[in-house]
């Protein structure tokens, strides 16, 4: 599986972004995908995942009620969606997908995007 990630850029707090991630190879709709961000000089962390099968969603509680996570497994594609972000949300964000069901830990995710920066300014 090859991840894609897209979708980042400079905004100003309070506006709003899509994060994109294109698999390509053997079908994400068979791993459960996740978000993770990682902020210059801290751990990469959990943002948000999706489950397969079925579609539950998780959230770091940092961005719970901010951010969405969603699926098109016709295009392949999960996307997040930030909204009311904030200077702290500034991170490379990764996309990754996992055949595990403890989403939140990064050491189960088997495959990675590149990542995609997002600089949030005050």
């Known amino acids: 599986v090859q991840l894609q990630a897209s979708g980042g850029g400079l905004v100003q707090a309070g506006d709003s972004l899509i994060l994109s991630c294109a698999a390509s190879g053997r079908t994400h709709s068979t791993y459960g995908m996740g978000w993770f961000r990682q902020a210059p000089g801290k751990a990469r962390e959990f943002v948000a995942a999706i489950r397969w099968p079925g579609d539950s969603t998780y959230y770091a509680d940092s961005v719970k009620g901010r951010f969405t996570i969603s699926r098109d497994n016709a295009k392949n594609t999960v996307y997040l969606q930030m909204n009311s972000l904030k200077p702290e949300d500034t991170a490379v964000y990764y996309c990754?997908?996992?055949?595990?069901?403890?989403?939140?830990?990064?050491?189960?995710?088997?495959?990675w995007g590149q990542g995609t920066l997002v600089t949030v300014s005050s």
């Open positions: 990754g997908a996992t055949d595990s069901t403890q989403y939140s830990s990064h050491y189960v995710y088997r495959y």
